[in-house]
């Protein structure tokens, strides 16, 4: 895909999640992972609902800006993201309610932020690896998911959600997958759920 096209994708995508209300104000970052070893990302400070293709920041690794703004100042736990997972072409981070939440909660361990009762949970999304809180834009972060490579979705605590994936939608349909998730585990704590097995979570895996 040519760097004008991707950088469409990363436009239609934003108004998408902005419409949605996925994200809000300028909160929430994409990158994407070109061929040439460069790197696509929204901008620092910009709304996903009024993001334009000359607006993309196209960067080298070691942050050389060939065009469009500033980065997002997230930048190096993306990089990050693409250093521990060679297969990753796109990362997504949203603050979006539901995955918020989640993040906020005490006890939360790696594995499994609460038991899957969907099989779309497990097959999209599986295991999450729980980040330490820290300052937005803190080095530390990624200095945090080098240390877990293993996951390639993850829950910054107090702060929102990072998914690694393959491509652009395939990072965006598990975002959103975690989101929904999340939301019918709020709306479901105080119903009796009826929970997967191990048996049949051993399947989807």
Avoid at 8 to 24: D, I, K, N, W
């Amino acid at each position: 895909m040519e760097i004008r096209e991707m950088k469409q994708q990363l436009v239609e995508v934003a108004l998408s999640l902005y419409q949605r209300g996925l994200v809000v104000g300028s909160a929430g970052n994409m990158s994407v992972s070109l061929d040439d070893g460069t790197f696509l990302a929204t901008p620092t400070g910009s709304s996903f609902g009024s993001l334009r293709e000359g607006d993309v920041s196209h960067f080298t690794k070691e942050g050389t800006i060939l065009c469009g703004k500033a980065p997002t100042k997230e930048v190096p736990f993306h990089l990050a993201c693409y250093a521990s997972h060679p297969q990753a072409k796109a990362v997504v981070h949203l603050h979006s309610t539901y995955a918020t939440l989640l993040a906020s909660c005490e006890h939360l361990v790696d594995g499994q932020p609460f038991v899957p009762f969907t099989p779309y949970f497990v097959m999209k999304v599986s295991k999450v690896g729980i980040l330490p809180y820290r300052k937005p834009g803190s080095p530390l972060i990624a200095t945090d998911i080098l240390a877990k490579p293993q996951y390639s979705t993850y829950l910054m605590q107090n702060h929102g959600l990072i998914v690694c994936g393959a491509t652009l939608n395939e990072a965006l349909y598990s975002a959103e997958e975690f989101e929904e998730s999340a939301k019918l585990w709020y709306l479901g704590r105080t119903l009796p759920i009826r929970h997967l097995t191990e048996e049949q979570l051993k399947e989807l895996r």
